[in-house]
């Protein structure tokens, strides 16, 4: 069996990058791995809003510092929790593609050997545009890929 070493984890906040937090965590106890929980921010991808419009999220600074913010204490959170468990971890924010964060670039900058992220996340409006973020990682990635489902 191999044994993995560096453990990168998708967080978006979703309940799945949870579950997927969780099962990371338990593998990174087992085999004795360190954690790399990771989140990408993608400031120029398109987001619909509760108009049923589709806009740039070129929005408010206000707004996106809150995002932000919000995104800073998941990841905050999600160490504390991993080391609480005595696991060694560290959390990175990313701005790119997603995609090609976390299928390409990451594991090999990173040598990671394990990703572990939730099946669908939190942006199901882009899936239904392009397709999901874990398919492409799971057809892309240099390394083993689990898929964390509810």
């Known amino acids: 069996m191999k044994a993995y070493k560096k453990i990168m984890v998708g967080i978006d ?6 579950l997927a937090l969780e099962r990371g965590v338990e593998l990174a106890k087992l085999y004795r791995a360190e954690l ?3 989140t990408i921010e993608d400031d120029g ?9 589709v806009v740039s999220s070129q929005l408010d600074a206000n707004l996106i510092r809150g995002v932000r913010d919000k995104i800073q204490t998941i990841m905050n959170e999600s160490v504390a929790y991993a080391k609480s468990e005595g696991v060694m971890a560290e959390s990175m924010i990313y701005y790119g593609n997603a995609r090609t964060e976390l299928a390409d670039r990451l594991p090999k900058e990173k040598q990671v050997d394990l990703i572990v992220m939730g099946a669908t996340g939190l942006n199901r409006f882009e899936r239904m545009i392009v397709g999901s973020n ?14 964390v489902r509810e």
Not at 46 to 51: E, K, S
Not at 136 to 146: E, F, K, R, S
């Open 13 to 18: 906040g979703s309940d799945q990058s949870k």
């Open 36 to 38: 790399l929980l990771v």
């Open 45 to 53: 991808r398109f987001v619909p809003l509760v108009t049923g419009s």
């Open 134 to 147: 874990s398919n492409y990682v799971v057809q892309n990635a240099p390394c083993d890929v689990i898929l």
